[in-house]
């Protein structure tokens, strides 16, 4: 995990030490969260699996990616979905969604956590407040049934919190692990006078088996020392039994917010910029994680036409349509040896027309995103109507649906969780 130093020029250091504070901030940073489409009236909903490359429901994922409903709960087995204060889920709109796509759970919740005095917001509805965390729960919670999801909600409504504040919460030892966390950068528990009042959560809430995580910053957003010790943790984590997954952006290689980066001063340009350094988005690039990008259904695709025809084996691409799945090359972090032999393959056989004043082409650094799972027209009850949806925000509680009901067949059959993912996903890409 050896940091790259100067990368093309630009020294990392100096690109993220001019954001402080910026990371607990992530609760209210639109590019990470998905986005919305059309609405729909309830008699434009189809169930059909001729529809799937317009809407996407969760027979459509069952059927895209061959695996059927769940029929078990081990007690040793939940879901991990992660969100962060004001983005908050209203019951209201799981029941509508499961009134139509998963009756038996009609009425179910998630397990709620409330770390450092995160609540859920349902006074203020909107797409902005609601979409995140119902897209994630309705995604994750009618794919594993009868299994749990449990919701960690973190942070106040005052101060918000980042990814270290959550990372604090499952792990004690992390709170002072290389003298703590950076009060510049994260949330700092107590909160007065209006914000919680209680002590940081330092431990005390255990790790799910799968914990996935639909919000991102930018490499450039934090210092490398910050990232560091943060990826640290993914990879105690990950040895610890815990998949830990991240989407990877909604951007391409812009970051969030579809911005690129000043080489000289570090600094980001203007929004969809098309000159300066490519953008990698954090945690997306720390080896110790599984970051996962969107995929989209071809348009005119028959999925249950494509499962019959066993000559058609890709239905999907790359997402394209209102947002363009995020992936490059890391600034800080080395290649890890998993992926040295597709990092070289694809430079060998797709290298992008872009040199080394664009992005890192050094074929030295971390590659991202590992996986892609579909990420376009969900359909997802938010406010109380049924919308499409788009993002990586969807991707990933997909693609750890699919890890836990992995891990719910192995822990019935007395084995381990699957853990850290990477190094046998890249060994067996099939």
Same mark, same amino acid.
């Given at each position: 995990?050896?940091?790259?130093?100067?990368?093309?020029?630009v020294?990392?250091?100096?690109?993220?030490?001019?954001?402080?504070?910026f990371?607990?901030?992530i609760?209210?940073?639109?590019?990470?969260?998905?986005?919305?489409?059309?609405?729909?009236?309830?008699?434009?909903?189809?169930?059909?699996?001729?529809?799937?490359?317009?809407?996407?429901?969760?027979?459509?994922?069952?059927?895209?990616?061959?695996?059927?409903?769940?029929?078990?709960?081990?007690?040793?087995?939940?879901?991990?979905?992660?969100?962060?204060?004001?983005?908050?889920?209203?019951?209201?709109?799981?029941?509508?969604?499961?009134?139509?796509?998963?009756?038996?759970?009609?009425?179910?919740?998630?397990?709620?956590?409330?770390?450092?005095?995160?609540?859920?917001?349902?006074?203020?509805?909107?797409?902005?407040?609601?979409?995140? $965390?119902?897209? =994630?729960?309705? &995604? *994750?919670?009618? #794919?594993?049934?009868?299994?749990?999801? /449990?919701?960690?909600?973190?942070?106040d409504?005052?101060?918000?919190a980042?990814?270290?504040?959550?990372?604090?919460?499952?792990?004690?030892?992390?709170?002072?692990?290389?003298?703590?966390?950076?009060?510049?950068?994260?949330?700092?528990?107590?909160?007065?006078?209006?914000?919680?009042?209680?002590?940081?959560?330092?431990?005390?809430?255990s790790?799910?088996?799968?914990?996935?995580?639909?919000?991102?910053?930018?490499?450039?957003?934090?210092?490398?020392?910050?990232?560091?010790?943060?990826?640290?943790?993914?990879?105690?984590?990950?040895?610890?039994?815990?998949?830990?997954?991240? $989407?990877?952006? =909604?951007?391409? &290689? *812009?970051?969030n #917010?579809?911005?690129?980066?000043?080489? /000289?001063?570090?600094?980001?340009?203007?929004t969809?910029?098309?000159?300066?350094?490519?953008?990698?988005?954090?945690?997306?690039?720390?080896?110790?994680?599984?970051?996962?990008?969107?995929?989209?259904?071809?348009?005119?695709?028959?999925?249950?036409?494509?499962?019959?025809?066993?000559?058609?084996?890709?239905?999907?691409?790359?997402?394209?349509?209102?947002?363009?799945?995020?992936?490059?090359?890391?600034?800080?972090?080395?290649?890890?040896?998993?992926?040295?032999?597709?990092?070289?393959?694809?430079?060998?056989?797709?290298?992008?027309?872009?040199?080394?004043?664009?992005?890192?082409?050094?074929?030295?650094?971390?590659?991202?995103?590992?996986?892609?799972?579909?990420?376009?027209?969900?359909?997802?009850?938010?406010?109380?109507?049924?919308?499409?949806?788009?993002?990586?925000?969807?991707?990933?509680?997909?693609?750890?649906?699919l890890?836990?009901?992995?891990?719910?067949?192995?822990?019935?059959?007395?084995?381990?969780?699957?853990?850290?993912?990477?190094?046998?996903?890249?060994?067996?890409?099939?």
């Amino acid at each position: 995990m050896k940091r790259q130093e100067n990368i093309n020029g630009v020294d990392p250091n100096a690109i993220g030490s001019i954001r402080t504070g910026f990371a607990a901030t992530i609760g209210t940073v639109s590019g990470a969260l998905p986005k919305q489409g059309a609405t729909l009236a309830p008699s434009e909903v189809s169930g059909q699996l001729e529809n799937c490359d317009e809407q996407i429901t969760p027979d459509c994922l069952r059927s895209l990616y061959q695996f059927s409903v769940g029929t078990t709960a081990n007690s040793q087995n939940s879901y991990g979905i992660v969100e962060y204060t004001p983005q908050s889920y209203l019951p209201g709109d799981l029941d509508i969604f499961f009134s139509n796509f998963s009756t038996k759970q009609v009425g179910a919740r998630p397990t709620f956590k409330s770390v450092d005095g995160g609540v859920l917001l349902n006074t203020n509805q909107s797409f902005e407040i609601n979409g995140e $965390s119902d897209l =994630d729960l309705q &995604v *994750a919670m009618s #794919l594993i049934y009868p299994q749990t999801v /449990t919701l960690f909600q973190v942070g106040d409504l005052i101060e918000g919190a980042s990814f270290n504040n959550f990372l604090d919460a499952i792990d004690g030892s992390y709170c002072t692990f290389e003298g703590g966390d950076d009060p510049n950068d994260d949330a700092v528990y107590p909160d007065p006078p209006d914000g919680y009042i209680g002590p940081a959560n330092c431990g005390g809430y255990s790790a799910t088996k799968v914990i996935s995580t639909s919000y991102s910053l930018n490499e450039a957003d934090v210092t490398p020392a910050y990232a560091q010790r943060q990826c640290q943790e993914y990879m105690k984590l990950g040895l610890q039994g815990v998949t830990v997954l991240y $989407s990877s952006g =909604d951007y391409g &290689v *812009a970051g969030n #917010l579809g911005r690129c980066i000043d080489p /000289t001063t570090g600094n980001y340009t203007g929004t969809n910029a098309a000159t300066g350094m490519f953008n990698p988005s954090f945690p997306g690039t720390c080896p110790y994680i599984t970051s996962v990008g969107a995929t989209q259904v071809q348009n005119n695709t028959n999925i249950a036409q494509v499962l019959a025809d066993a000559t058609n084996t890709q239905p999907e691409q790359a997402c394209e349509t209102v947002i363009h799945s995020g992936g490059g090359f890391s600034n800080v972090f080395s290649m890890p040896d998993y992926q040295a032999s597709a990092v070289h393959t694809y430079f060998a056989k797709h290298a992008p027309p872009y040199g080394s004043n664009r992005f890192n082409n050094s074929q030295r650094s971390r590659g991202f995103p590992d996986v892609s799972a579909n990420g376009a027209n969900y359909v997802i009850a938010v406010d109380g109507n049924y919308s499409l949806v788009y993002g990586t925000s969807a991707s990933a509680p997909m693609f750890g649906s699919l890890i836990t009901l992995i891990n719910e067949e192995r822990l019935n059959a007395g084995k381990s969780s699957v853990g850290f993912l990477n190094n046998v996903l890249y060994q067996n890409p099939e």
